[in-house]
């Protein structure tokens, strides 16, 4: 090298080097910007706080502060920043993104697009309104449109080709839409161009693992030592590993501490109770983004069939011929192709056989629900014809007959993607039409409703109605028995959970006749994941187990209980598998994210009041995404059978149904089919005691609980080792009480109500008749 | 980490025991290097982590092979609270010195605080292998080995505490409470009384025992026991839940219906104390003050909601609910260190300043270590005109926190009062030097030199405080007057 290009060099080398002119404020402002891009609003925030003292003027300065208070949840402290900036100031397309930003965050993102595509037809190379716009199209369920959010990022990635942001979310995007060959090429340039990256190898890591592609474990691992100042991002890279490991047969021996996941759980008691995934072989595997699903006999075969309804595709009603599943959603007049949320069974029109109900289209919008009437097997929605097929957005729906008129009414819940309905209580004209009492009854919460249950809390003969809402306070209606309830949650003592709420149902859980109460959680991921190193909850965000006392009050025994941990639980199902005589409870669990692969969990009721995890050992902890989650004994060999619908929020996240088949061992059984003739012909609201030896084991007939699902149409009682029953006594929604003696265990009985009596009826007629069970 | 044993070993430090001997490669670094070792591990013994990082940061860049360097830093990353930084620091020390336990110790601490319990076990391990005979090291394995369900290597690891160190109560309790799972009942009652004889208000040992009497059928003495638990912590919910247990089972009906519909109100109250702190967080007032009002409604005596609905009624500008919970809340525990400060705080700002003094008094007596009380204290002071006692409230803050920008400029303004203008200058120089964008401060020196007729630095000064700040109008008025005179 000559001597003057050395010279020039180094001039060169120190000029770049040395920037003496620039201001303290501006050498802040970059380091801030800099922390921003890697998402670190709260350390960029004392810096602009900082550039704003040295630069009082600097107006994205000020902007920049705004997006870092509304990126943490500021958004009010961000408007306010919004506000102060002068008229000018605000016309910067920054500031109007920002603007946009705070809109989308407040829930109107059809708004915010607006005023992005208005920002970009102002100043079309607005890479921030693109970006924005992108993750609108990704993010928002109103305006989701991941093929849009990819060409948004793509044209981002034309001018600037290794943005961050624009990196990230096309893999995002990408892998939502379940293009895994794809994902990976993206994951590759992603970490060429930010190796150093935690985030970005989480990323990438996750796209290996969806794509089963080989990778997925050093990008983990190097997301885990990447992320060791971020305690959040590394457990949940942890956690992948973990899953990836777990996919090979769990971790090499040799595989250092540091890339181990450990959770803390108090030590179980054995159990030799299994359950095998059967669904594919049994025909029942369906990949619908599983939501509900109802156990129905529609052809009154004797055989239980399946009804399971996903998103956007068409419902499936898979009948059981004995030996396996046949597909006959077509020729019944069930393939309707709107899919649904919940699904029930039920006989509204006392006909004799079960008709289906599913609702429509919770998070994503209004639209109608449908009623499908069972005519002899064949079923047509007559939603219109029964007034209820408004526009609506529901969730979960709950079967009660409120006013014990003999016809069951229907409970919806409405508003959860923030429209303002109210719940509908659909009551029943008894000639195939419902008139909404909600408001007349003071039901009609506005609240964002997602999770129904009903069930007689105070024994007092009418079925009361619980509400779980999200962002506000549960409700728990007690039936006046005029027609009207009253709100008693508050002094009832079962308000929680506030911010996570998704389902609840009430269950005996300890054979004291009185009805208890659980209401599942739907915690943070990164919650989910320190709960499980743990072994606590994040307070008051968990699912909430409530004794009933039986003076009108409950008792939170969720800590005692051992189900004080944080869970995504999306839904959840309650059956005694073991047959002992306690009501068992399996929480569905997951989330939207792709990179949230929590397993499902079954907890197995010890009878003292205490609960303990039995997942690993039962083989249930599909990683699937849960929702609804029935149990039946679909195989008529005495144990209940567990169906799980499967799938997230994007279209790439399917997973197949499972149905669990319980290999047992279990104990003793009785199932109760009940014909209801004063009352409705379900029974639904029966209550039954089984008196064995020194033991009662009691059960409530419920259909629509949990994610709105429907168990076996039979009430299933476990007997422990008892071989015949002493006594039973049946409580009819109508007042009717019936009394058997002597009755075999491991048997069907089916009891049809006297139709005059009322009070306790005479005991030797034979007015049930025993079916016996071949497994 | 524990705290306790934190701060054992900040105090303790690591001496500078830096190996010197090898030739150095530039010598006066070297030298320099050791120079700021020691000033570090002064820093740091003196609770100043801030400034001993800076040294220490220095040092271990003029001579990276001195294990004391890193590991000294990574006690004051520690008390920075930067984990991962400090666990950078101490595995610089291992790699150079493999086998000190200390730095293995405060490895596999670290380690833990991050919930790295694998990795902080192994280095727990490690210690122990190098010092068998440290009961901490030992106690603080069993709670990584308990933490991951190692519930037999925990057992083991807590009764080796106990043979080193009989009177460990930690150790004792979490060796209880294993004994109790493992259903050895009588040993674990003989673990928890022993563990109440030493320490008989340990909360959760009272528990402890007392669950496991309601196992072993034994409800009335069960009951004693939760009413000591109750009296030790009456808000918390969980010592009613098992009183009820207790009294059902000793057949006391009525007994036990009190306790629960107790238990129930105090578990609401703490469940809408929880949400309404989450709520106060994320600066939702309303729903906060709804929250925090019902747990208020369930738990009437509870300091805590007072405390944090106070905080919502100060957000929301309203000064005089805020400070009218605050007294209720004193009047319920008059010895509540929050409750104090925060009244302090706000009489200070609505300027009833004999009131804000006699509760940053009150409180100081409660905590004499307390930066806030005496900080507090010597503003409050100030402010009323008594600047001999705020002087000695503000040193008093100081010596509890040296590099404290604000008690330094506060202090200085005193003196600049007391006209000691020396110890004024003083105070400003270093509030100055801990913030060198510090306006406020190089404006006071200005000032002083102005009054000492150093025209020239004073100029300077008050140029240097509109760079800083371009409308310091004071500043600017100042340089005008100054200008006329020059």
């Given at each position: 090298m000559n001597r003057g290009l050395a010279i020039a060099l180094i001039a060169t080398l120190c000029s770049s080097c040395q920037n003496p002119e620039k201001p303290a404020s501006d050498v802040l402002y970059e380091q801030a910007l800099a922390l921003m891009h890697q998402n670190r609003f709260a350390t960029a925030e004392p810096l602009l706080y900082r550039v704003l003292e040295l630069a009082p003027d600097s107006t994205i300065a000020s902007i920049r502060l705004g997006e870092a208070q509304m990126r943490q949840g500021h958004r009010q402290n961000a408007a306010r920043i919004l506000d102060a900036l002068p008229a000018v100031a605000r016309r910067r397309p920054e500031a109007r993104v920002l603007e946009a930003r705070l809109l989308a965050f407040a829930g109107f993102a059809q708004e915010a697009e607006l005023a992005v595509d208005q920002i970009l037809n102002d100043y079309p190379a607005s890479l921030e309104g693109r970006l924005l716009l992108a993750e609108l199209y990704l993010q928002a369920a109103a305006t989701m449109n991941l093929e849009r959010a990819s060409a948004m990022c793509s044209q981002a990635l034309i001018s600037q080709p290794e943005h961050r942001d624009a990196l990230y979310l096309l893999l995002q995007a990408t892998l939502r839409l379940g293009r895994f060959t794809a994902a990976l090429e993206r994951s590759q340039t992603l970490l060429e161009a930010y190796p150093d990256q935690g985030s970005a190898h989480l990323l990438a890591g996750t796209a290996a693992l969806w794509a089963d592609d080989e990778r997925a474990l050093p990008w983990l691992e190097r997301a885990v030592d990447l992320s060791l100042d971020r305690p959040t991002q590394r457990l949940e890279a942890l956690w992948l590993l973990k899953v990836a490991y777990d996919r090979r047969n769990?971790?090499?021996?040799?595989?250092?501490?540091?890339y181990r996941f450990h959770t803390y759980s108090p030590p179980t008691a054995p159990t030799d109770l299994h359950f095998s995934d059967i669904g594919r072989e049994a025909g029942v595997g369906k990949k619908d983004r599983g939501r509900g699903n109802a156990w129905i006999d529609f052809d009154l075969d004797g055989d239980l069939d399946l009804f399971s309804v996903g998103i956007h595709i068409e419902h499936a009603l898979y009948r059981n011929d004995g030996k396996r599943f046949a597909d006959v959603t077509q020729a019944q007049g069930l393939a309707d192709p709107r899919g649904g949320w919940a699904a029930s069974a039920a006989d509204f029109d006392n006909d004799g056989d079960d008709d289906l109900f599913t609702s429509r289209d919770a998070w994503e919008g209004r639209a109608p629900n449908s009623l499908y009437r069972n005519d002899l097997g064949s079923f047509s929605d007559i939603a219109l014809h029964a007034g209820l097929a408004d526009s609506v957005d529901s969730f979960t729906a709950t079967w009660l007959d409120f006013d014990l008129d003999g016809y069951l009414d229907l409970y919806v819940a409405n508003g959860i993607s923030g429209s303002g309905l109210g719940n509908s209580l659909l009551h029943n004209q008894k000639n195939g039409t419902f008139l909404d009492k909600a408001a007349a009854a003071g039901v009609a919460d506005t609240s964002k409703t997602i999770g129904t249950a009903a069930g007689d809390f105070d024994g007092d003969g009418f079925i009361d109605l619980y509400a779980a809402n999200i962002g506000e306070l549960n409700r728990l209606y007690r039936n006046v028995g005029d027609g009207t309830f009253s709100d008693v949650a508050e002094s009832a003592g079962v308000l929680f959970p506030v911010e996570g709420s998704y389902v609840a149902f009430f269950f005996d859980l300890d054979n004291d006749g009185q009805l208890d109460l659980f209401v599942s959680t739907m915690s943070a991921f990164p919650d989910v994941l320190n709960s499980l190193v743990t072994g606590e909850a994040i307070e008051p965000n968990r699912p909430f187990l409530y004794h009933n006392m039986g003076d009108g009050t409950f008792t939170d025994i969720t800590a005692p209980a051992g189900l004080a941990r944080s869970f995504g639980s999306m839904a959840a199902g309650s059956g005694d598998v073991d047959n002992d005589g306690f009501v068992d409870i399996y929480l569905a669990n997951g989330g939207p994210q792709l990179s949230r692969l929590e397993p499902n969990a079954l907890f197995r009721n010890m009878g003292d009041g205490t609960f303990r995890d039995i997942t690993a050992t039962s083989g249930t902890g599909s990683l699937g995404k849960g929702h609804g989650s029935t149990f039946a004994d679909f195989d008529r060999d005495g144990d209940l059978d567990l169906y799980a619908g499967l799938g997230g929020h994007y279209d790439a996240d399917a997973w197949a149904n499972i149905l669990y088949r319980n290999d047992g061992p279990a104990h003793h059984y009785l199932e109760i089919e009940l014909e209801g003739t004063r009352s409705n012909r379900n029974g639904l609201g029966a209550r039954v005691a089984a008196h064995v030896g020194t033991r009662t084991i009691r059960a409530a007939h419920q259909s629509g609980f949990g994610f709105g699902t429907s168990n076996g149409p039979a009430l299933h009682l476990g007997l422990g080792s008892a071989t015949h029953i002493d006594s039973l006594d049946l409580h009819w929604p109508s007042g009717t009480h019936q009394r058997f003696f002597d009755l075999p265990a491991d048997c069907s009985i089916h009891i049809v109500e006297p139709s005059t009596a009322k009070g306790l009826t005479g005991t030797t007629d034979p007015a049930y008749k025993i079916s016996w069970r071949q497994p | 980490m524990r705290i306790g044993l934190l701060l054992t070993l900040i105090s303790l430090g690591c001496g500078d025991g830096g190996n010197v001997s090898e030739i150095p490669d530039n010598a006066q670094n070297l030298q320099e290097a050791v120079r700021l070792r020691s000033q570090g591990s002064i820093f740091l013994q003196q609770g100043r982590p801030a400034r001993a990082l800076e040294a220490l940061a220095q040092a271990v860049r003029l001579d990276s092979s001195a294990s004391p360097a890193h590991f000294n830093k990574g006690l004051a990353h520690v008390r920075l609270q930067d984990h991962p930084a400090a666990i950078a620091s101490f595995e610089r020390a291992i790699a150079i010195e493999p086998k000190n336990p200390r730095f293995l110790f405060a490895l596999a601490a670290a380690l833990r605080s991050q919930h790295r319990y694998l990795e902080a076990g192994t280095f727990f391990e490690q210690a122990i292998a190098q010092q068998p005979d440290h009961a901490e090291y030992h106690f603080n394995l069993g709670e990584v080995r308990r933490a991951t369900s190692d519930f037999a290597g925990a057992r083991e690891a807590f009764s080796r505490t106990l043979e080193l160190a009989p009177g460990h109560l930690e150790a004792r309790y979490y060796h209880s409470d294993l004994l109790a799972r493992d259903q050895e009942l009588a040993a674990a009652r003989l673990g928890f009384t022993s563990l109440l004889d030493q320490s008989p208000q340990h909360f959760q040992g009272l528990l402890g025992l007392g669950s496991l009497l309601i196992k072993l059928g034994e409800a009335q003495q069960a009951a004693a026991i939760l009413e000591r638990a109750i009296a030790a912590k009456p808000h918390d919910p969980g010592p009613h839940y098992l009183l009820a247990q207790a009294y059902e089972q000793a057949d006391q009906p009525q007994e036990a219906a009190k306790v629960r519909e107790r238990f129930q109100r105090l578990g609401a109250a703490e469940r809408h104390l929880n949400q309404g702190t989450i709520y106060l967080r994320r600066r939702k007032w309303a729903k906060a003050t709804a929250e925090l009002e019902r747990a208020l409604q369930n738990d009437s005596t509870s300091v805590t909601a007072r405390l944090r609905l106070a905080q919502v009624h100060w957000q929301q500008q309203r000064p005089d609910k805020s400070i009218a919970l605050l007294e209720q809340a004193i009047d319920l525990e008059p010895e509540h260190l929050e409750t104090r400060l925060a009244l302090g705080e706000q009489q200070l700002r609505t300027g009833a300043l004999a009131t804000s003094i006699a509760h940053f008094a009150h409180a100081l007596k409660l905590a004499p270590d307390s930066f806030t009380a005496a900080y507090g204290l010597g503003k409050a002071r100030w402010q009323h005109g008594d600047l001999t006692g705020a002087v000695d409230a503000l040193r008093q803050s100081l010596a509890l926190d040296p590099d404290y920008r604000d008690a330094h400029y506060a202090l200085g303004l005193v003196y600049v009062r007391l006209e000691r203008f020396d110890d004024a200058r003083i105070s400003f120089t270093h509030s100055a030097t801990i913030d060198s964008t510090h306006a406020e401060s190089h404006y006071g020196l200005a000032l002083l030199h102005m009054q000492q007729g150093q025209k020239n630095l004073a100029r300077q000064g008050l140029e240097k405080v509109l760079a800083l700040q371009p409308e310091h109008q004071r500043a600017r008025a100042k340089l005008t007057v100054l200008g006329s005179q020059l």
């Open positions: 769990g971790y090499p021996p040799t595989l250092a501490a540091r | -």
